[in-house]
């Protein structure tokens, strides 16, 4: 089912896309932008709905401490380019 989802999801953006030739349905590709932010917010927001707390507790503490270490290293990632551009 999430497979055909994102298919299907993938086909309109390339059919609606504000860079499809030979005429764009998108006039603002800003807008466009601030919709696939928001869509990507309520896609992590239904995955999480859909994750149980009991299974998260068996995975255990090495994901959370993985996933800190990855946001530390990427944000002092981008700041080093940040500040070289």
């Known amino acids: 089912m999430l497979e055909t989802q994102l298919l299907t999801d993938l086909a309109i953006v390339l059919i609606v896309g504000p860079y499809t030739p030979p005429f764009s349905l998108i006039s603002q590709p800003e807008v466009l932008g601030s919709l696939a932010g928001l869509g990507v917010i309520l896609l992590l927001f239904g995955i ?18 993985i996933s800190s270490i990855e946001i530390a290293l990427m944000s002092l990632l ?3 380019v940040g500040s070289v551009m």
Not at 48 to 65: D, F, I, M, Q
């Open 78 to 80: 981008s700041l080093l």
């Open 48 to 65: 999480s709905l859909n994750s149980p707390l009991r299974k998260l507790r068996e995975v255990g503490r090495a994901p959370l401490l």
